[in-house]
């Protein structure tokens, strides 16, 4: 499965994005699909995955949304009051045929499958 991230940029604080995230297959909600983000010198973070369920890191629960559209093979992630902080290139992954749990969509390592990322730059 490939994966192509886009809809990164620079916007200031306050400001929103939508990240989108296509796969090469088609995807179901049987598969966990998941955004992690990674600023220079710092380790891979996750953000949210969705699979039946949906699961945030807790800085970003009630800015950012995710979700997907099957029909399209494509994952979003709704980013809203953007902070410096939300800073990092932005990647998107996937497990096939496999419902992460919370704990398990959190680790890297879990996914098979993983995108190339989108730069989003947040100014103070």
């Known amino acids: 499965v490939q994966l192509q991230a886009s809809g990164g940029g620079l916007v200031q604080t306050g400001d929103s994005l939508r990240l989108s995230c296509v796969a090469s297959e088609r995807t179901s909600t049987t598969d966990t699909m998941g955004w992690f983000r990674q600023a220079p010198g710092k380790e891979r973070e996750f953000v949210a995955a969705i699979n039946w369920y949906t699961y945030y890191e807790d800085s970003v629960k009630g800015r950012f949304t995710i979700s997907r559209d099957n029909a399209k093979n494509t994952v979003y992630l709704q980013m809203n009051n953007l902070k410096p902080e939300d800073t990092a290139v932005y990647l998107c992954?996937?497990?096939?045929?496999?419902?992460?749990?919370?704990?398990?969509?959190?680790?890297?390592?879990?996914?098979?499958?993983w995108g190339q990322g989108t730069q989003v730059t947040v100014s103070s």
């Open positions: 992954a996937t497990r096939s045929q496999t419902i992460l749990s919370r704990t398990a969509s959190r680790l890297p390592e879990s996914y098979d499958f």
